[in-house]
């Protein structure tokens, strides 16, 4: 069993239920799933896309240890060369013990990797108590050889989470070693 995951079970969950005043344990804000996006625009030929999409289905098995599906247009846009069915991007949802390793792996390792790094913003969340966090470079991962990718991509992480505020979120994210920017002081 992950480490986060024995964490979150044996010590953030009774410390949750305390701080909410929650009396089941099942009623208690946690992780349901991760989803992780690249969105693919050019070329705009979508035969010239496909290899990129290719590349990038390998990388995101290698960070995930998951296979991708290829999302695909929903409608054509004349504007953007947009057909019904090009191919769009790439994206793949963990949940379980996969899950539980990509966070450990994003939470120690991916993160502190980014030049700069002041923490992820506090704002990202949706009101329904999910979070979005924007990578702007996947060479964050040790896992990939920037060698093997044709171009430096940004990526999209969604947390899914059972909490009903964004504050539940953000505690059960903070406690779980989010590494969120500190508060300025006024």
Known sequence: MSDLKTTYQQELVPQLEKEFGIDNVFAVPHL???VLNIGVTNPVDPRARKPILENIVTQFETITGQ???????KKSIAGFKLREGDPMGVMVTLRGQRMWDFVTKLISIALPRVKDFRGVSRVAFDGQGNYSLGIEEQIIFPEINYDSIENVRSLQINFVTTAE???QAFRL???LGMPFEKEESK
């Open 32 to 34: 349901q799933k991760v």
């Open 67 to 73: 296979k991708p599906q290829i999302t695909l247009a």
């Open 165 to 167: 505020t964004d504050e």
């Open 173 to 175: 994210l903070e406690l």
